[in-house]
T-cell receptor, first 113, second 114 residues
Framework: AQSVAQPEDQVNVAEGNPLTVKCTYS??????LFWYVQYPNRGLQFLLK??????LVKGSYGFEAEFNKSQTSFHLKKPSALVSDSALYFC???????????FGTGTRLTVIP | NAGVTQTPKFRILKIGQSMTLQCTQD?????MYWYRQDPGMGLKLIYY???????DKGEVPNGYNVSRSTTEDFPLRLELAAPSQTSVYFCASSYSSERNQPQHFGDGTRLSIL
């Protein structure tokens, strides 16, 4: 069975400070991990993915994510937050044997000017 | 590029009515998906398709039907609308069966059943 947990419903960070949005996962095989962002009244937009290889993955808009196999985590990070980063962020996992993604419940990021 | 287009953007239905949510993509993607998004619940997969003529159930298929007669189109049908189907519905597509391909989403259909 696959599952994803985003333990924080809301994350607030000051503009210019580093941000972290947490995600942990559970899969039976090799994980394929994704981060998506959703702006108001829009669909989800792909940010980055981890398949294999380097544990630090770089994506769009200056975001990066760190894969940690021992902690089964895939936290999203950015060194310096922008007000425009305020949005809803979803972590998703695909088990190596599955056709579809399982999404977390989302974390609302608010960057305070 | 249009990407994934969903129509309508908003709809209010009465209990027991039926409707079809339209989804079309112009990226020649084989895989297409329907999700519903409820507050605090993330996205739940309703149905998906791996190609024209092939569909399969996701996590929450009850009360819905789909068809895939062309690569481009993947409509979602609600036959007897119920209040529990009030949600935001998203269609998505991806290029291939490679499991590292990201999904591309439409902007959603906001559906209220009263």
């Amino acid at each position: 069975a696959q599952s994803v947990a985003q333990p924080e419903d809301q994350v607030n960070v000051a503009e210019g400070n580093p941000l972290t949005v947490k995600c942990t996962y559970s899969v039976s095989g090799n994980p394929y991990l994704f981060w998506y962002v959703q702006y108001p009244n829009r669909g989800l937009q792909f940010l980055l993915k981890y398949i294999t290889g380097d544990n630090l993955v770089k994506g769009s808009y200056g975001f990066e994510a760190e894969f940690n196999k021992s902690q089964t985590s895939f936290h999203l990070k950015k060194p310096s937050a922008l007000v425009s980063d305020s949005a809803l962020y979803f972590c998703a996992v695909r088990d190596g044997g599955a056709n579809n993604l399982f999404f977390g419940t989302g974390t609302r990021l608010t960057v305070i000017p | 590029n249009a990407g994934v287009t969903q129509t309508p953007k908003f709809r209010i239905l009465k209990i027991g009515q039926s409707m079809t949510l339209q989804c079309t993509q112009d990226m020649n993607h084989n895989y297409m998906y329907w999700y519903r998004q409820d507050p605090g619940m993330g996205l739940k997969l309703i149905y998906y398709s791996v190609g024209a003529g092939i569909t399969d159930k996701g996590e929450v298929p009850n009360g819905y039907n789909v068809s895939r007669s062309t690569t481009e189109d993947f409509p979602l049908r609600l036959e007897l609308a119920a209040p529990s189907q009030t949600s935001v519905y998203f269609c998505a597509s991806s290029y291939s069966s490679e499991r590292n391909q990201p999904q591309h989403f439409g902007d959603g259909t906001r559906l209220s059943i009263l």
